[in-house]
């Protein structure tokens, strides 16, 4: 494909046809951010499909598309919209991406106006970038006539009524104004009104928004100005269109107008005599965003001077004089609120930050994973320096990450804006749910401390339990349709469902209950009876399901399905657990001998069933639920059916995975190690321990060769 060529490997033909592709791919990423607020792919995305555009368009001027990516800008107009078109266009701007792209602008710009030392200080104005939507107002005679969106740079929607409910957008310009003036910006929403939104659309049933530019952008573009009037929307003026006169010679003069006029203009906006001062202002402003209240995605950098503004003029799309300088698109400066504890199913004592708001990659972040004690901490307890300990307090300035999907993180801390009464963070030696006594494991062989601190309440802890029974109501494990993460917890609470063995008698305490379950709030007849049908269609399950919905440590789905082809039936499992405690027994050395299940995922399975409580409550639940016998492998006349397989030594037609499920497609067992229960050794060159231990319990030996021959593959 084109597209995964790099642009100075591109001949002219494989140029052509991603000029084209790029063309198609960017005008639908338009339609969806500015036709319909529901961007599908995140800003970095956006802004790579339009750098590859411009580089191309650079190396061959020649293929130059009309009406493509570098002439065009936003989306054609709604058609639900009256249109109103731009005296003035309203053009994008382009992006800098580091500081060498600022130097960049300001020395093109030099090298156009073949500035001189001595015509004086070349200024530049910075603010901050509002992610929002652009909006451009109209006065006569200092009277709001209409107000349109960007549209298409030349011609926007008709939204006068719905910008007329904006308390920042005077309806009537304030002292003496020019007889025509257009001014542009922002509409925006601030982060508390943005939070207070969406819990009110999900209070009535609706869908939140995914951050406060898609709020503002859908609010704004509603065709019933009503419902534009019940959001909380706000503007800042930046910019102007049409002006029969102006009010100053410099940019920063005529947005001080705009202020004495009657709107709303950021208070950060700077101006600057160097690229040093420039980037200064971007990185204070890069670590005050999430202080600040409202989105912003970058700082502009605007030439001051108007006349030299209309000397430099513009290029295709964009002007000279301006240039956007973005944030990196899944980095941001927050604040460290407060650091929480949460306690999960296992009892480990996870730290969670608690950050003040700020949109990353298209996400409002609140959240992020500090993973352990040692990622807080700085010093260990003996005084030694924690390797990757970030030394956290509350009240800290840091910077997080969220890179795709990844669970928000915080990667570094200033400590120059620490503040000087911050306290060094004190990790629980208690369990913050239930008060019982929570400890670092250590393990034996190493004499390591285990990263993760653990409650040692177990069931009587309730974070634990509910934890516990929201594991086995999941998808992969019993997946109780309608019994999700608030019914868990909701049961719980009110000491309806308190183990996995309550939820399959529920119905019929609901029998016997006067308070039946379709009167409760957000219950009905229907609700509840489909709940009951779905948890009795669940009475019968997957012998690996119910393993797994065991929630026993390091039994993950595959583990559980690795034990439940090994085991075949509930019964055989459960007496080979509860006899593998005895470590110096049969049971344990075979549970070990399971190909893929190492002495950690042993240890805890028999740990499990040797304590009383669990096997208290599977007594309960057996009495409710029978788990299905593993499905035996279809292997039709295999001569090794059933039979258990080593391979040992180097395989060389085949690799060890290959082996396995090659094994196991003709009905095989395959074990880690040699035992009296071995029926077969498939050795290789190199076999050692296991051949020798082979011989000497005159267990059948064979080649690789000779294996393929007895299957018959």
């Not at 379950?517 to 012998?543: P, Q």
Request: net charge negative; charged share 25%.
């Amino acid at each position: 494909m084109t597209a995964d060529i790099p642009v100075n490997e591109l001949s002219l033909e494989d140029a052509g046809a991603e000029l084209k592709r790029l063309a198609g791919e960017i005008a639908k990423h338009d339609q969806h951010y500015h036709g319909a607020d529901a961007p599908i792919i995140s800003d970095a995305e956006y802004d790579a499909l339009r750098r590859r555009n411009l580089e191309i368009e650079t190396r061959f001027p020649e293929l130059m598309i009309e009406d493509g990516p570098s002439t065009s800008v936003g989306a054609a107009p709604s058609e639900g919209f009256g249109k109103i078109v731009h005296k003035v266009p309203m053009l994008s701007l382009d992006n800098a991406f580091d500081d060498a792209d600022v130097s960049d602008f300001v020395g093109r710009v030099r090298r156009f106006l073949r500035f001189d030392p001595l015509m004086g200080v070349l200024a530049v104005t910075a603010e901050p970038k509002i992610d929002g939507l652009s909006l451009a107002l109209r006065y006569e005679k200092g009277e709001l006539v209409s107000a349109a969106t960007r549209g298409d740079g030349a011609v926007g929607e008709n939204v006068t009524a719905n910008a007329r409910t904006i308390s920042d957008i005077p309806h009537k310009l304030s002292g003496e104004v020019p007889a025509v003036v257009e001014v542009r910006g922002e509409v925006y929403m601030a982060h508390p009104d943005f939070q207070a939104l969406n819990e009110r659309m999900l209070g009535n049933g609706g869908k939140a928004f995914a951050n406060p530019r898609n709020a503002a952008a859908g609010s704004l573009r509603q065709l019933n100005s009503e419902i534009t009037a019940s959001r909380p929307l706000r503007f800042f003026a930046y910019a102007w269109g049409e002006m029969s006169a102006l009010p100053a010679d410099t940019q920063m003069g005529v947005v001080d107008a705009f202020k004495k006029w009657g709107f709303e203009v950021n208070p950060l906006m700077r101006r600057c005599e160097s690229v040093e001062a420039l980037l200064e202002v971007y990185h204070s402003i890069e670590e005050e965003r999430a202080t600040l209240g409202y989105d912003i995605d970058g700082v502009v950098y605007k030439i001051d001077r108007l006349d030299l503004q209309e000397r430099l003029g513009f290029v295709s799309r964009s002007p000279r004089w301006a240039i956007a300088h973005k944030f990196p698109a899944e980095q941001a400066y927050t604040i460290l609120n407060d650091i929480e504890i949460q306690v999960g199913r296992t009892g480990a004592l996870t730290p969670v930050a608690k950050l003040e708001p700020v949109t990353v990659g298209g996400v409002v972040v609140s959240n992020a994973t500090l993973h352990n004690e040692d990622y807080i901490k700085a010093i260990g307890p003996n005084g030694e320096q924690i390797r990757g300990g970030k030394d956290l307090r509350k009240g800290d300035t840091v910077k997080i990450q969220r890179a795709g999907d990844v669970i928000p993180q915080i990667v570094d801390v200033d400590l120059e804006k620490r503040l000087p009464d911050a306290e060094e963070f004190a990790f629980p030696q208690t369990c913050p749910v239930c008060g019982s006594h929570a400890v670092r494991e250590e393990n034996p062989k190493t004499g390591r401390r285990d990263a993760v601190m653990r409650c040692t309440g177990g069931l009587i802890c309730p974070a634990q339990a509910t934890e516990k029974l929201k594991h086995f109501v999941s998808r992969n494990a019993f997946d109780i349709e309608g019994f999700g993460d608030k019914q868990v917890d909701a049961f719980y609470a009110d000491g309806l469902v308190q183990s996995p063995a309550d939820i399959f008698t529920l119905e019929e305490m609901d029998r016997q209950s006067l308070t039946k379950l379709r009167n409760r709030e957000g219950w009905g007849a229907v609700s509840a009876r489909n709940l009951f049908a779905a948890i009795n269609e669940r009475r019968a399950i997957d012998l690996h399901r119910f393993i797994f919905a065991l929630g026993i440590r390091h039994v993950g789905e595959g583990n559980a399905k690795l034990l439940a082809r090994a085991y075949g039936s509930w019964n055989v499992f459960y007496k080979s657990m509860s006899a593998a405690h005895d470590h110096s027994s049969e049971a344990w050395a075979e549970l070990n001998d399971i190909d893929g299940v190492g002495t950690i995922v042993a240890e805890a399975v028999t740990e499990f069933f040797a304590e009383d409580h669990n096997r208290e409550q599977l007594d309960a639940l057996l009495s409710q639920v029978t788990p299905r016998d593993a499905e035996a492998v279809d292997a039709g006349d295999s001569p090794v059916a059933g039979k258990t397989v080593v391979f040992t030594g180097s395989l060389e037609r085949m690799t060890r995975d290959e082996a396995k499920a090659m094994a196991e497609r003709f009905g095989a067992k395959v074990s880690g190690s040699v035992s009296k229960k071995t029926d077969l050794v498939v050795a290789g060159p190199g076999a050692g321990s296991k051949l020798k231990k082979a011989q000497e319990l005159s267990v059948d030996v064979i080649s690789e060769d000779d294996w393929f021959d007895l299957v018959g593959a």
